[in-house]
DNA sequence: CGGTGCTTGTGAAATCGTTCACAATCTAGA
DNA sequence: TCTAGATTGTGAACGATTTCACAAGCACCG
């Protein structure tokens, strides 16, 4: 499978949505220019994106909605179910854990943890907060792929090394400490301040 | 004032993370190449990034940590304080109100909306629940600059063209929907779902 | 005061991503 | 079967961003 851009699969994930409105909607083909416009991009840009499947649109058509759905699932892995653990029972964790949304798409909450020992052993939606303490025999246990670290960021680099050393090969970083981790675990960072930030400068550039 | 482009603005503020850390450390100066280590990025880019300044490094010892802490905040407007409202007190929205990182930098969130009656009024913190029917009114009133988005997907456009129009000029949105705003509103998004499916690419891409 | 060791600032090259432009292909209709 | 209209697929041009490479500047030391 050829490499696809980091753009690209951002854009991957914001068609699926579209196609899936458009599905259900009763709709059977799509051309680029109407995912485009849903997307806020360019046809052109489209059909290079899609290229990556080979070429299985029909010229004068378009896409069929139902194939390209499927192969977009399956470029981003969404035609399974993952594993996802939560560290971090606070109120960014707590959303995450209760975030309906995720379930959906295949990412199935199986573990929230807490170093607080107030907090652990309380019920969180159908979940029960576990001890960091049992972290890693737990992720083993529970064959977690993806981790959410919803910790302070002075304890971010210290679970996130633990995670990665439990197995965990992908963290969704929602604290602002820089992670040092093995070359094998993909990292993507939800950082507040620092968009807040750029809107900031957004706003006094002017 | 010259364009900085995105990726800069975003890396500046991570630079300036580091920049508070060494200046608290009592560290007087700063050289690219530390700078590069903590951001995880190279001297190269780093000082391609701060040539946006002008040049104020001093070859051979690198630059004031006080100095370019002052000039990045300033690009990045955090010299003065910005009205934040948020619309949603849902799981998100708490957090975000809860956030007090947020407060440390300049952001200090002025008002919480939320549409259910049996919210409305209740106590979050230091703020009361308000009514997201008196949005227009109340974000006038405090001055709001920036929205923090919270709202359930298929609210968002709604909401968002309420805030544009009350004169909120940056929105930070949570939702999945895409917004369509006047040019002058700058959106950044925060999609959970969105960076979890890259996760997930990168996991089932081998 | 000249040499050595660092470090900046910046053109130029390389890489990466987007947009353009158009031939190729499909459907529908006459 | 032929034509008109729509849309894909893709090489090539363009634009943006990163990396390279090195001259120039500064501090320290003998």
């Known amino acids: 499978m050829k490499k696809i851009a980091e753009p690209t699969v951002r854009r991957l994930s914001l068609y699926l949505r579209f196609l899936e409105d458009f599905e259900k909607a009763g709709r059977s083909t799509i051309s680029s ?3 485009a416009r849903s997307g806020g991009t360019t046809s052109a840009q489209v059909r290079k994106d899609l290229s990556f499947f080979g070429s299985f649109g029909k010229r004068g ?3 069929s909605t139902h194939d390209l759905t499927a192969h977009i699932r399956e470029i981003l892995g969404l ?3 993952w594993h996802v653990v939560i560290v971090g029972a606070g109120r960014i964790g707590s959303a995450m854990a209760g975030y309906y949304g995720l379930r959906e798409r295949g990412f199935h909450v199986v573990a929230i943890f807490d170093a607080d020992p107030r907090r652990v052993g309380q019920a969180l939606d159908d979940l029960t907060i576990a001890d960091v303490r049992h972290l890693e025999a737990d992720v083993r246990r529970l064959h977690a792929h993806i981790a959410v670290l919803a910790v302070p960021s002075d304890q971010a680099q210290g679970v996130a090394a633990r995670l990665a050393k439990a197995g965990v090969r992908a963290i969704l970083d929602f604290s602002t400490a820089p992670l040092t981790l093995p ?4 990292v993507r960072r939800m950082n507040v301040p620092l968009e807040l930030e750029a809107l900031s400068h957004a706003l006094a550039a002017r």
């Open 33 to 35: 220019g109407e995912l």
């Open 61 to 63: 058509i378009g896409y």
């Open 79 to 81: 035609d399974r179910v």
């Open 183 to 186: 070359e094998h675990v993909t």
